[in-house]
């Protein structure tokens, strides 16, 4: 089992050294959000294969293996590259993650159980609280670390 480690911190240090910085942050957001879309057609292909592996009984096998370990670097590298997003744009992904599972924890009806939609969605139920992140971004923040990448990569 891996010890607990400060993903965004471990992703800043990459950005540190491996970012190719845009010109500006549109771009940047822009360049993030096809990383992102990128690696989500990975998963979907991956996970689509590994679901139709187990509709037809065939989970024991070499490519049932090699897909299931696709699905885990898609979902890997979504992350970093959701925390690089994070980072140049000044959030506190951290925070922000800790405060969607409270509300996410919130959920639960009034018996302490879960609430679903027809469609298999967790419901909100009575105690539901929307998550405070107002106070999490600091566009200043991130507008400075995107520069600071620009001149390091220069």
Not at 3 to 19: I, L, P, S, T, Y
Not at 55 to 65: A, K, L, Q
Not at 132 to 152: I, N, T, Y
Request: proline share 3%; charged share 35%; with cysteine.
């Amino acid at each position: 089992m891996s010890e607990n480690h400060d993903w965004v911190a471990f992703v800043r240090e990459f950005q540190e050294k491996f970012e190719n910085p845009k010109e500006n942050m549109a771009e940047l957001i822009r360049h993030r959000l096809m990383l992102v879309e990128e690696e989500f057609n990975e998963l979907k292909e991956a996970a689509e294969t590994v679901a139709r592996m187990y509709e037809h009984g065939i989970e024991n096998t070499e490519e049932f293996d090699a897909q299931n370990v696709e699905i885990i670097d898609a979902l890997g590298d979504l992350c970093v590259v959701e925390i690089g997003m994070a980072n140049l744009l000044g959030m506190d992904i951290n925070e922000a993650m800790h405060r969607i599972y409270e509300s996410n924890m919130s959920k639960l009806g009034e018996d302490g159980k879960p609430v679903y939609y027809a469609n298999g969605k967790v419901a909100k139920g009575p105690n539901y609280f929307k998550p405070k992140l107002d106070d999490l971004v600091d566009c200043k923040k991130g507008a400075e670390f995107a520069e600071k990448l620009r001149k390091v990569h220069k």
